[in-house]
């Protein structure tokens, strides 16, 4: 069969065969940017599979074309939630997330309200306002205590307006239905109100919104409340929103916002436990480091059928399997945990069959899961989806990371036959014309038509700025198989597959000579984007180069030619490495994958980095993005950002619909510290490794608590001095070592 005639003898999908409304995740063109999304300042509260988006105030604004709301598992089941305070919007002082993310604190005043003869009744700054949101599982609970600072009476009304739209996530990004289910009439009692909605894929789903006390008034959208408050009187007033998806309301437990605060700290107290700790010196890097965990923390999914992170708020707080694979490696020696779990979930969810409306085939890991009504009627194809190139290497990489980290030979010996199946997809599917390389072609009509982690439609291209024709074999990916037979090769020895061990080392071997022959560009010293279907390479400057710089894909030399250029103005934007060199065709700094900064992206560089000992390139990268942070105010860092050159009288500029928090951003700090140290933990020999340490000229010291080695564990300060980065050990649990190589 000739490499372009497809596979199994099916035509190729040409770009004039695809619908005109090709469903693009990851695609600027597909998650619609409305210009007020550009203009308003938004808090993000997360638990789990359930997020909330306010507006910097505290309420949420009917916004159809914003995901401002309440979401849980791709729904959104309350689109409407605002305060006035005697008919006005209260002014804004200021708001906050809790360092832990467990609560949105917003405080506010009342504006000058006058009479209706125009006499001032109440000078602004009279009334505080203070709300309070958390979630606690599918539940939304609110909290306004109004305290009086006049020295009189005051009697005023206080409004809500609500609303529930249930929306799909899909739709709030920019999909358009034909047709929706049916809205029933609202139901209303004393004090409160439930909503309902027949989905057309025959599931009703509800929210109850319950107001303590109940109100003076409530409507189906509206509840109002008579407020009278001495001098320094104050009052408190709660509201309840739960979110269902069932055959019934069922019934909700009488919670109390404080007892929803009270569950939910302690939640993220028993999960901050599996976290080594990371302080620094430099308050902006301390800072990064501690919203950075909370981030995490705030996204990991607890349920009995399987753990995991969801890959970013607002637009995939889901599980991802290239995104939640890359968040637990980045993460691996400072929570190992979160690696178990990811591994765990995505091996349940192996593909078992050939589906290609999913894009499924045997021993493939899921690319993506949904759980919205789009999804469960098809008109999306992601409800269980499997059209990613990259995930099945990435898993075993991971595997083989985590067993070598911890020495855990029980998960190894729990997962090989999964490992297996994957090693299995990765030659039988993924290599389907034998020649080593993975490649992928798009064979659902809605799926993807980029499948690795640039998945917008016009991120592989060739210099003179023409897509790339499938099928493709991208250069990271092969690097990322590259990785994976290394290091389950390590698995295998240690459960006596020595044979087993021996071909996947040789197969390593093969693949890396391989791809130094027909990937290396040596005009451009760099590694070629991609092959195309006529295993053209894409000659085009890209940050995937990168990636294989990380997993060890190239020798010495190349190496350093692409280290050089990667830290070049062409790549380095002063902020962070650019996904595309800004002399390519394709450049827009603007773009998704065509030039923007992605801070995962900027880690796994600078891991490439540290192997060949260019740690000052790091140190450069970590500083880029620290700055980055403090500049975009965000606390940890967005999914992405634009890719102009630094101006620090501007600032990095912000992308119009970059997710945060996002999963593999958060950890990035994570996997950069690791680099810029040189930490690599040993767990078979119980033994952490310090290889080459550096510190920027702005750092004093960076300590690292609680690092499990084995079955014990080490704390330790390293230092900046004139002699250079100096180690101390503070404390020492278990029968552990440490070597520290120079």
């Known amino acids: 069969m000739k490499r372009g005639d497809g596979v199994h003898g099916r035509k190729r999908l040409e770009p004039k065969d695809l619908p005109q409304t090709v469903i693009k995740v990851g695609s600027d063109y597909y998650i619609r940017a409305s210009s007020l999304t550009s203009r308003r300042t938004t808090r993000v509260l997360v638990n789990g599979e359930s997020f909330a988006v306010f507006d910097v105030g505290g309420d949420i604004l009917e916004t159809p074309d914003e995901p401002l709301g309440f979401f849980h598992r791709d729904t959104r089941y309350l689109s409407r939630f605002e305060l006035k305070i005697a008919g006005e919007t209260p002014y804004c002082l200021n708001s906050y997330a809790s360092e832990e993310n467990a609560q949105l604190r917003v405080n506010l005043s009342n504006p000058d309200l006058t009479l209706d003869g125009g006499d001032l009744e109440l000078a602004r700054n009279s009334i505080q306002i203070e ?221 078992c069959q050939i589906n290609r409306e999913r894009d499924e085939q045997p021993g493939k890991i899921v690319h993506e899961i949904r759980g919205g009504e789009l999804a469960a009627l098809g008109e999306v194809p992601f409800g269980r989806y499997y059209g990613s190139v990259d995930s099945t290497p990435l898993f075993l990489w991971l595997l083989g990371r985590y067993v070598a980290t911890t020495g855990d030979m029980q998960l190894a010996e729990q997962l090989w036959n999964n490992a297996e199946r994957a090693l299995e997809w990765i030659e039988r599917w993924g290599d389907r014309d034998g020649d080593l390389y993975v490649e992928y072609l798009c064979e659902n009509r809605y799926g993807l038509v980029n499948q690795g982690w640039k998945d917008s439609f016009d991120a592989i291209s060739h210099a003179d700025g023409t897509l790339a024709r499938g099928p493709l074999a991208l250069c990271e990916v092969q690097g990322y198989v590259y990785a994976a037979y290394v290091s389950i090769a390590h698995v295998a020895a240690h459960l006596g597959m020595k044979e087993r061990a021996d071909r996947l080392i040789e197969r390593a071997a093969r693949l890396r000579s391989r791809f130094s022959r027909d990937f290396w560009l040596e005009r451009e010293r760099t590694v070629a984007l991609a092959l195309d279907a006529e295993k053209k390479p894409c000659r085009v400057m890209a940050s995937n180069a990168a990636h294989c710089l990380a997993t060890g894909m190239l020798n010495r030399e190349q190496a350093e030619a692409l280290a050089e250029r990667l830290m070049s103005d062409e790549m380095f934007t002063g902020w962070g490495v650019r996904t595309l060199g800004s002399a390519e065709r394709r450049y827009n700094p603007m773009s998704y994958h065509n030039g923007s900064v992605w801070p995962h992206d900027n880690a796994l560089a600078a891991v490439g980095l540290a192997r060949i000992k260019g740690r000052r390139g790091v140190l450069r990268i970590l500083g880029g993005l620290l700055g980055a942070a403090r500049h975009l105010n965000t606390g940890s860092l967005p999914e992405l950002f634009c890719g102009f050159p630094r101006d620090e009288r501007l600032g990095p500029v912000p992308y119009p619909v970059s997710c945060h928090p996002q999963a593999w951003s958060a950890a990035s700090v994570f996997m950069i510290v690791q680099a810029m140290l040189g930490i690599e933990v040993r767990g078979f020999d119980r033994t952490l490794v310090i290889d080459s340490p550096v510190m920027p000229d702005w750092l004093d010291w960076i300590k690292i608590e609680n690092l499990r080695i084995g079955d014990g564990a080490i704390s330790l300060i390293a230092r900046r001095a004139p002699e250079g980065t100096t180690i101390g050990i503070t404390e020492r649990r278990g029968d552990v070592k440490v070597e520290i190589l120079t």
């Not at 009703?204 to 409340?225: D, I, N, Q, Y």
């Not at 992170?309 to 929570?335: C, E, H, K, Q, V």
């Open 131 to 351: 709300r309070n949101w958390v979630i606690e599982n599918a539940a939304l609970f609110h909290k306004v205590i109004l305290r009086n600072y006049a020295r009189s009476k005051v009697a005023i009304r206080l409004d809500f307006s609500f609303g529930v739209d249930f929306a799909d996530l899909f739709e709030v990004r920019g999909f358009k239905r034909g047709r929706r289910g049916v809205y029933c009439e609202p139901r209303a009692n004393a004090g409160s109100v439930t909503f309902t909605y027949r989905g057309l894929d025959g599931a009703r789903r509800f929210t109850s919104v319950v107001f303590e006390p109940a109100p003076e008034r409530l409507e189906t959208g509206h509840a109002s409340f008579a407020i009278v408050l001495g001098p320094d009187e104050m009052t408190e007033l709660e509201a309840r929103i739960v979110g269902q998806c069932d055959d019934s309301p069922g019934s909700q437990p009488p919670i109390r916002f404080d007892d929803a605060l009270a569950r939910r700290r302690a939640e993220i107290s028993r999960y901050e436990a599996g976290w080594s700790k990371l302080t620094a010196s430099s308050e902006q890097l301390d800072w990064l480091l501690r919203r950075s965990s909370a981030d995490l923390t705030s996204m990991i999914r607890y349920a009995p059928e399987g753990t995991f992170l969801m890959a970013g708020i607002p637009w995939f707080a889901t599980l991802f399997g290239r995104d939640s694979i890359l968040t637990a490696l980045f993460a691996l020696p400072f929570n190992p945990a979160l690696a178990v779990g990811t591994l765990k979930t995505l091996a349940a969810l192996q593909g």
